[in-house]
């Protein structure tokens, strides 16, 4: 697939304006019960389709900020646990996020690394952060390469606490990082992800470093004994 | 409550009005590498920090609403871990949300005194907004229109006032259809839980930054059109309704 | 059309969810095996059972050598549909995280396959994947079984076998295994007894809010606050029903 028509497919699902996407629904209706749900509701299981339900960027990004303080604080200021926290956090995200993903995107396996990372920069971040990170500094086995966030908007608001450590030690965005790892897991493909730099910390970038590691193999059911 | 004092170092948006960048500030960086504010912390040559990127850039953004479903789903689960009963849960829920109302009321009036005065440069920025309500029912109006506003694009449902002689110090605030608990379903043993109680630590650090002592506490209340209808209880403290009969008497809205 | 059961197999190939509404017919070769399972056939009606079953292993077993032959013919890319014995036909819709959604119906069904990606998308991806109250992986089925879920599916397989007397008695099957009234009527019926009983039960102190809500909010002492912020006439909802956000 080409570079091109990759993040286009990004810009339609999240304007959803394509009739080749499939149809993303409002939560058909609520919780509790059918015994008093209006029967019309239920015909309306799925209804016509809309857009990526949106909702307002500060709420997400104030979020995501108050997480990481708390673990800040939870973790006493322990930098390289919250890293590690944060990454894990993100890999349970990313195994849920996949699914809504492909379900939104409807796009198939990538053929090789090279299309995965564009579809990670130009459908999965477009469709989550609405940013397009950019996808460069291929290694020349083709299984590593960088993304460059020119904005992210989970560090919006953000300045790191003047502590002498936290613009050493915490990856204010790691979270990310665990995302790409629980996401790409799930479609076959361990990696390994880890920011190389951040403007939070005074460098001029923010670059993540994407290696593959390995495909994985269908797993088999296990014997019968 | 007292906001952890580490939050005040992580986000910054607390600092409201007097930060925006305006040209000044940027020559007073070119000159000197580093920002006053902070003298310890390094800054990329390219300025992107909170300093130079405008305050209202992200006030139209949009995200998916599934990317704050996930953070606040890991939100709970993380809570969850730690936590030994529902009612548990919920304190730790409200307490995320605190420190987030303390913040988005600097927010508010930040954003309500930029609109509201034609000239976005003028020079006062003040330290004290002029607004900062000082009536209950002026509060509570900003938290049911403006503050549901900005955080999910529609005020709240319902705004009541108990009329009971025991409790003349609760309100009641109701949303139809919290965000918070879009993905939300609760198990059964759990019934009690309400997730919104996030949003309730939210009112009460709103209520909290502006001088009122309060305990807001979510409770879920369906009806047959609105299944996870929720209403956050507001209870005030004396204090605050000794206060509120003075100003009554003094005639100050 | 009738619906016999449905499957979903997670990657690590165990069964995460499977729902039986009506027993599958079963021919005279199938006979003696349906005669030494029959004690379990009431229980597995219309009920989740974990995968401790049989019947999923092999359906299990089946859908993923067949999966892998076709690959093996057509290609990375290619995968089976659906398959037809004399009795039912199996439908089969596997995702790229693999994801397997397994449906067998009657004969004269038509494709299922839009119906299983539309349970994925619309059901299984907004209902278990994203409550963040459910794991994130389902070891014996934990967290798929949520309520939200199993009423749509529920409704969705209603809808689609819409043939009146499709599916004669699942209902009464389904309150009666599960062994406790749905919630949803004894609510509708008491809403709010029900909640200081909940209340009651679980935390004493959440339980007097909710009975103060009962006896104060929602007879004599509802009144709402006028928009400009005195005190008015009751005032049930600023927005009328029916259009809350889409």
């Known amino acids: 697939m080409s570079a091109n028509k990759t993040s286009r497919i990004g810009e339609e699902i999240w304007k959803s304006v394509n009739p080749q996407t499939p149809i993303i629904t409002e939560k058909p209706f609520s919780i509790y019960s059918t015994a008093f749900r209006p029967r019309t509701q239920a015909n309306q299981l799925f209804p016509r389709r809309t857009r990526v339900d949106k909702v307002n960027a500060e709420l997400v990004t104030l979020t995501y900020g108050t997480i990481v303080a708390q673990l800040c604080q939870d973790y006493d200021s322990d930098y390289q646990e919250v890293n590690k926290q944060l990454d894990k956090m993100g890999y349970n995200i990313g195994m849920r996020l996949i699914e809504d993903f492909l379900a939104k995107s409807g796009v198939g396996r990538c053929a090789n690394f090279r299309e995965t990372a564009d579809m990670i920069a130009k459908v999965g971040f477009k469709i989550f952060l609405n940013v397009t990170p950019t996808v460069t500094n291929w290694a020349s086995d083709n299984n590593q390469f960088s993304l460059i966030f020119e904005d992210n908007p989970l560090a919006d608001f953000v300045e790191l606490p003047d502590d002498g450590r936290a613009q050493d030690e915490l990856w204010f965005s790691n979270i990310l990082c665990g995302v790409l790892r629980g996401s790409l897991e799930m479609v076959q493909m361990q990696i390994e992800a880890h920011f190389v730099s951040d403007v939070l910390r005074g460098d001029e970038t923010t670059e993540m470093r994407v290696s593959l590691v390995r495909y994985i193999e269908d797993e088999m059911p296990p014997e019968e004994e | ?253 | 059309m009738v619906v016999y059961s449905f499957y979903i197999f997670d990657r690590h190939a165990e069964c995460i969810y499977k729902r039986r509404w009506l027993p599958r017919p079963t021919s005279t070769v199938g006979k003696s095996r349906s005669d030494t399972t029959s004690g379990q056939a009431p229980t597995g009606l219309g009920q989740t059972v974990r995968s401790t079953d049989d019947d999923s292993k092999l359906v299990f077993g089946t859908v993923f050598s067949l999966r892998n032959m076709v690959r093996k013919l057509g290609g990375d890319d290619d995968n089976f549909v659906s398959f037809t014995t004399s009795q039912y036909k199996l439908h089969y819709y596997e995702t790229p995280t693999n994801t397997k959604f397994v449906m067998l119906t009657d004969l004269k069904s038509p494709s299922m396959r839009i119906a299983l990606q539309q349970i994925y998308i619309n059901l299984f991806v907004e209902y278990v994947v994203k409550n963040p109250l459910s794991p994130t992986e389902h070891p014996g089925g934990v967290g798929v079984n949520n309520e939200l879920f199993e009423e749509s599916l529920e409704q969705f397989v209603h809808r689609h076998g819409h043939t009146p007397g499709i599916l004669p008695g699942y209902k009464d099957g389904i309150s009666a295994i599960k062994g406790t009234p749905q919630r949803s009527r004894h609510l509708s019926q008491t809403p709010v007894e029900h909640h200081i009983q909940s209340g009651d039960q679980s935390q004493v102190q959440q339980g007097s809010i909710h009975t103060a809500f009962s006896d104060g909010w929602q007879h004599s002492m509802r009144r709402a606050l006028s928009p400009r912020g005195k005190i008015g006439a009751t005032v049930g909802s600023t927005r009328a029903p029916g259009t809350g956000p889409q």
């Open chain 2, 1 to 253: 409550m007292a906001a952890p004092p580490r939050h005040s170092t992580m986000l910054s948006i607390s600092n409201g009005g007097t930060q925006q960048s305006g040209p000044n500030d940027k020559q007073t960086q070119q000159q000197a590498q580093t920002l006053p504010q902070s003298p310890g912390l390094r800054v990329p040559s390219n300025r992107k920090t909170i300093y130079d990127r405008h305050l209202n850039r992200s006030r139209n953004a949009e995200l998916s609403r599934a990317s704050f479903a996930y953070l606040f789903g890991e939100m709970v689960t993380y809570a969850q871990r730690r936590v030994t009963g529902i009612q548990d849960l919920e304190k730790r829920l409200n307490e995320q949300g605190y420190p987030l109302g303390l913040r988005l009321l600097d927010l508010l009036f930040y954003r309500s005194t930029s609109t509201s005065s034609s000239a976005l440069s003028s020079s006062s920025t003040s330290s004290s907004p002029p607004n900062r309500p000082l009536r209950i029912i002026t509060l509570l109006h900003l938290i049911h229109g403006p503050l549901w506003r900005l955080l999910f694009g529609r005020s709240a449902d319902a705004l009541e006032h108990s009329v009971s002689p025991d409790t003349p110090n609760e309100y009641m605030i109701t949303d139809n259809d919290p965000l918070v608990n879009t993905y939300i379903s609760v198990p059964r043993e759990m019934s009690m839980l309400n997730c919104a109680a996030f949003v309730a630590g939210i009112i009460e650090g709103v209520c909290d930054g502006c001088g009122f002592e309060t305990k807001v506490s979510a409770h879920n209340q369906p009806t047959e059109m609105w299944p996870s209808r929720t209403v956050f209880l507001v209870r005030f403290g004396d204090s605050v309704m000794e206060r509120e009969k003075v100003l009554e008497r003094a005639g100050v809205k």
